[in-house]
């Protein structure tokens, strides 16, 4: 079983930065893909940006140009650090992980291990 714990999150301005962090149990992260997804009251969720075990990223439209995830596997770690922030990013944060590490698969079914979420709240 592989624990993901989440942090970083919080009440940010419009505008403003946040970069979260999710920390993985399994000494074989690096071979998972790493997504980072979020869920609005009332909405679906709904994929963010996720990093393939190779290295290849795929990242919603949403925030693309605003949004950067990272992985550092020496530290079980991927990051998502999060720019030019908008209210419409306001929601809970899941970190995933997919042990098909080929590629970054988009359907929320096909993560197999998921994190508790952070909140993040993007107003003034």
């Known amino acids: 079983q592989v624990q993901l714990v989440e942090s970083g999150g919080g009440l940010v301005q419009p505008g403003g930065s946040l970069r979260l962090s999710c920390v993985a149990s399994?000494?074989?992260?690096?071979?998972?893909?790493m997504s980072w997804y979020r869920q609005a009251p009332g909405m679906q969720r709904e994929l963010v940006a996720g990093?393939?075990?190779?290295?290849?990223?795929n990242y919603a439209d949403s925030g693309k140009g605003r949004f950067t995830i990272s992985r550092e596997n020496a530290r079980n770690t991927v990051y998502l650090l999060m720019d030019s922030l908008k209210p419409e990013d306001t929601a809970v944060y899941y970190c995933?992980?997919?042990?098909?590490?080929?590629?970054?698969?988009?359907?929320?079914?096909?993560?197999?291990?998921w994190g508790q979420g952070t909140q993040v709240t993007v107003s003034s």
């Open positions: 990093i393939a075990s190779g290295g290849d990223t």
């Open positions: 995933a992980a997919d042990r098909n590490g080929l590629g970054v698969r988009t359907r929320v079914h096909d993560y197999d291990y």
């Open positions: 399994a000494s074989i992260f690096s071979f998972y893909t």
